[in-house]
């Protein structure tokens, strides 16, 4: 059943806006529940920066992917990769992974109904049978997986009622998008419920390949999940699910910001491009999970989570933009991780804890030509990463006194990784390995020999705490503070070039952050207004630096250092304001301030002319919903929203390819029928038309290339229930 004033914290307090007053009405919020320490709890109780945007709120918002998040929660963000669809760069509080090449970690976890993914490629989640989306902030080191040591995006699909289901749902709007889902369920027996969903999402694309008038930024994918659900008894129940992604969107190339090495002009669009390369693009990602819980007694639940995902990616990415191979790079990835973790969760009268151990192996492979048209050169990079991970967990909260509340927990984690990279030489354009799909009819480069050979193989395991401290001033209020610690594991640099960085063999170590926290959660004046806000300052230490740059031989080489420290703090603020019983304000702020306090690059500290990547210092959002009731029982919503974002640089040293601040204006009504069955919402976003920027490459010149966010458009939505 919708409620419209049933809207999560996103927002700082909002008194007197649009002029309404406390005196006049008597609303109020109701009560959002999350997992974000793996148990239901109410948002307000939970001694967590956390933003859960639940099934209507991503409707009414017109949220299609995990990008469209970003606007919602403060400090954030969730963007499209470089030179990809569906590959995603995420980034909490200043940290997380720009580079999507695999041998990396992400330093933002991405959870599927608590299964960790390990690689960003595919991670770009569409909208299909969600529950709610939670994305958690700062460190998550104690209750949850591998390298959260930003945060942690939790996906949470829905679970089955028993009763019979279907739901069929789809978009029309500008670049003739086409999307199409439909998800049913029902009870196969008392037991045994049985559900799916399939989904369609196709859209012309933005721009246009001049020379061969292929798209450019469309969007082709198709999705499905299925699941089985058994409840024998009230005190056992399995789930047993499937999913399948295929994204066939053509390749997606930059916008050259300067003519290219032919004087090839800048092209007017920004979604246009010249690229030579075939259009052809293929990423395909599965997995299959099975869930069990068992609640022992009325204080003990036992719960396993066995996971199997797998993903391959063909792309091609097209460093010039030009109709030459002057700087092309033809890619494959292929991937695949088990996963198991054992979770015991009890609960008593004035204490709870929360344990586990969890278990990843996995393997990461691929490789990609570096084909340098303009010298007859191709470097070929190939090579693969094992990484077993084991670790134990537990976190403990005790109520030692009347609303005072003590947690501690800690995480131990052991990662160990055996590496195979080979970077190569060769005399033409396209090695053996590219040249029949990307030069057909022509002879393949030559070997001339190997720039770096190797097999290593190293193991790093870290102890993360946690300590934390709540008060529980009133019904309505309350203080926490909180010290966490993060890890991310180190590795070895797929694209290291021994030649010039001989110590590459060796890879890199871990990452380290530790985190201070203190915040308020608040519901004041009768429940109407909402306000819950988080300052934070974070200890950022060997982080892991990735360099890249042309040699002098023309080649190009890249290095993966612990080069960096840094030092983030920032205040978050998010809050609701129930104004009247149908008018609903919202509005978050978030503020970052980051500093290197060392940079080392040629074994000089070049810290002062370095700043945070992807992380602007100040994110804010505000929107109005308004709901309408009619004498019908229909109800109609409008949502209107403005979202900004400061001055962003793309990476740690300024470049033409940083972005400005903007704002962007996004606007959605929604009707939802009088007997709830169907709706219909039409999604304005981006109305201003801004043009802003994402992602890049920045090579220097005409190799200087961007990726930009999506122009404006406007959907007609609906879905109907059977």
Not at 14 to 40: F, H, N, S
Not at 269 to 280: F, L
């Amino acid at each position: 059943m919708r409620k419209t004033i049933k809207f999560n914290p996103l927002a700082v307090g909002i008194m007197l806006a649009c002029g309404a007053t406390l005196a006049y009405a008597d609303p109020q919020l109701e009560e959002v529940t999350v997992t974000a320490q793996k148990r239901e709890q109410s948002l307000q109780e939970v001694p967590v920066a956390v933003t859960a945007i639940n099934a209507d709120q991503l409707m009414q918002n017109g949220v299609t992917d995990l990008t469209d998040v970003q606007k919602l929660s403060p400090n954030t963000t969730l963007q499209v990769s470089r030179g990809t669809n569906t590959t995603l760069t995420a980034f909490i509080r200043g940290i997380g992974q720009q580079d999507p090449l695999w041998g990396f970690e992400p330093g933002v976890g991405i959870y599927v109904d608590d299964v960790y993914i390990a690689r960003p490629q595919g991670s770009v989640l569409d909208i299909l049978d969600v529950e709610r989306v939670e994305i958690l902030r700062g460190p998550q080191g104690t209750l949850y997986g591998k390298n959260t040591i930003g945060g942690a995006v939790k996906y949470v699909t829905k679970k089955m009622t028993g009763d019979t289901e279907i739901n069929v749902g789809g978009a029309l709007g500008s670049y003739n998008q086409r999307d199409l889902k439909i998800a049913a369920s029902t009870a196969v027996s008392d037991t045994v419920n049985i559900g799916g969903a399939i989904a369609s999402f196709q859209r012309d694309g933005y721009g246009e390949n001049v020379i061969t008038g292929a798209e450019q930024y469309n969007k082709d994918i198709f999705s499905g999940r299925i699941a089985l659900e058994w409840n024998p008894s009230d005190t056992v129940w399995v789930r047993l699910a499937g999913d399948k992604t295929v994204d066939e969107s053509a390749p997606r190339h930059g916008h050259r910001l300067a003519p290219g090495l032919g004087e090839e002009p800048v092209l007017d669009s920004i979604y246009d491009t010249e690229s030579n390369m075939p259009s052809e693009n293929r990423v395909e990602t599965s997995g299959m999970s099975l869930t069990a819980e068992w609640e022992m007694s009325d204080s003990v639940t036992i719960k396993s989570i066995t996971a199997y995902r797998s993903g391959e990616t063909e792309t091609a990415i097209d460093f010039d933009s030009v109709n030459r191979p002057d700087f092309d790079v033809p890619a494959y990835y292929e991937d695949d991780q088990t996963t198991q973790e054992f979770q015991l969760i009890w609960e008593g009268d004035n204490a709870d804890l929360v344990s586990g151990l969890y278990y990843y192996t996995g393997k990461a492979a691929g490789a990609f030509d570096a084909v340098l048209g303009y010298i007859n050169l191709t470097q070929q990079v190939a090579g693969s990463v094992d990484t077993t991970s084991l670790s134990a967990y537990a976190h403990y909260n005790w109520q030692f006194a009347q609303d005072w509340n003590l947690s501690v927990g800690g995480r131990y984690t052991k990662d160990d990784k055996d590496a195979s990279v080979f970077k190569g030489n060769f005399a033409g354009v396209y090695s053996p390995l590219f040249a029949g799909k990307y030069n057909p009819g022509q002879p393949a480069a030559v070997f001339l020999g190997a720039l770096t050979d190797y097999e290593n193989s190293d193991s790093w395991g870290e102890f993360t705490p946690h300590l934390g401290l709540d008060y529980q001033i009133d019904d309505n209020n309350m203080v926490y503070a909180k010290y966490s610690a993060g890890f991310k594991s180190g590795g070895f640099d797929m694209r290291g070039d021994a030649s010039v960085l001989p110590s590459t063999v060796d890879g890199f170590d871990p990452e380290t952050v530790d985190t201070y926290e203190f915040g308020v959660k608040s519901d004041l004046f009768n429940n109407r207004l909402r306000l819950n806000a988080a300052a934070f300052r974070a200890d950022y230490k060997d982080m892991q630096i990735t360099v890249q740059q042309f040699t002098p031989s023309g080649g190009f080489s890249s290095a993966v250092l612990n080069a960096g420290e840094a030092r983030i703090q920032g205040l978050e603020l998010e809050a609701t304001l129930a104004l009247t019983d149908n008018l609903l304000a919202n509005m978050s702020l978030g503020l970052a301030d980051t500093e290197f306090l060392e940079f080392i690059s040629g074994g000089v500290d070049v810290s002062d002319d370095r700043d945070m990547q992807n992380t602007p210092d100040t994110t804010a959002m505000f929107q109005l919903n308004y709901s309408v009731p009619m004498n019908n029982g229909a109800e109609l919503v409008f949502l209107p929203t403005v979202s900004y974002r400061a001055d962003t640089q793309i990476f740690e040293t300024p470049s033409p390819l940083d972005q400005e601040a903007y704002t962007l204006v996004d606007m959605t009504a929604t009707y939802y029928s009088p007997d709830s069955k169907w709706n219909l919402s039409l999604v304005g976003k981006n109305l201003t038309d801004e043009e802003y920027r994402v992602a890049g490459y920045a090579f220097g010149g005409a190799f200087n290339t961007a990726f930009y966010g999506a122009p404006r458009t406007i959907a007609l939505t609906g879905s109907y229930n059977f």
